[in-house]
């Protein structure tokens, strides 16, 4: 079974380019593309600001064809990619196509595109009709993921699009193209209050599920933290995954966890993030 990570948290010590120098280096197989500097959402005013990114300019392309070059002459190639979000807003919506294309460009073949949070499965649908016919043509499938909101004073989360499993085969039904496929969030489904929990999911999900983000938290919070780490059951979760004969990829999402480095030590933090999945690989591929 293959690893692979998240480049964000790594891109921001160091950029894109060594950041998948470092995480090869370290021993990942492959690399999820992070594409959300794609654009520059600012949560609290809800609008997109301008950026100077390489993947919001005119030669996106060629920077995906670059990123894929390197990963290749280090030895790692590009599994899946993660679109921006939240879609809610029409210039990021306008921005998946672009990040298809990106996906393509650099080797992936899934792709993650948020639902929108506060939609119905019939909603939502309308926008992965409207973007799969474009990514066929790229040969990218789409898979949506299990989301989560807060309500104002609540202890804990609250459901939003995907979040339980009747809602997450809900959205598939809708669709119902097998290009559409499951990204599950371990830690979201953990969460209280709005998951049923990550075993229960994954064997909801079956056949349908075909890339995973995995982290850890408190099973309170989205904390995103290295696995092992917080309270999360792995050893259950790795029994589901096996019990359904996933195939995919152990994808860590652990994006939080890198933040207590630095470019000095980034290296370091990576090779703990490859024991951890390589940890979780091993309990499936022996459960």
Known sequence: ?????????????????RAIETLAKAGFDAW??????????????????????????????????????IGLDNGIHCNQAHAPFPVRCKEILDMQKRAIECTAEA????????????????????????????AKEHGVAIATE????WENGAATSCPAACSTAESFLAHLNAVNDPSFVACLDLGHAEMKGSGDGAPAMIRALGAHLQALHVHDNDCLHDSHQLPFTMQMDFAAIARA???IGYGGY?????????SAYNKDTLLEGAKQMVAAARRIATMVEEA
Request: hydrophobic letters at 40%; proline letters at 5%.
């Open 146 to 149: 299990n989301m989560w909101n």
């Open 250 to 258: 152990i994808t860590l999402e652990a994006d939080n966890f890198l």
């Open 107 to 134: 080797g992936g073949k899934i792709i993650i595109i948020h639902p929108d949070n506060d939609s119905s499965p019939e909603k939502n649908a309308e926008m992965y009709f409207s973007l799969l016919p474009f």
């Open 241 to 243: 995954l096996k019990d």
């Open 32 to 69: 999820d593309f992070s594409m959300f500097l794609m654009c520059n959402y600012d949560w609290n005013a809800g609008v997109c600001r301008p950026t100077s990114h390489p993947l919001a300019g005119r030669d996106y392309l060629a920077f995906a064809r670059r990123l894929k070059k």
């Open 1 to 17: 079974m293959k690893i692979s990570t998240e480049i964000h948290s790594a891109t921001r010590h160091v950029g894109e380019e």
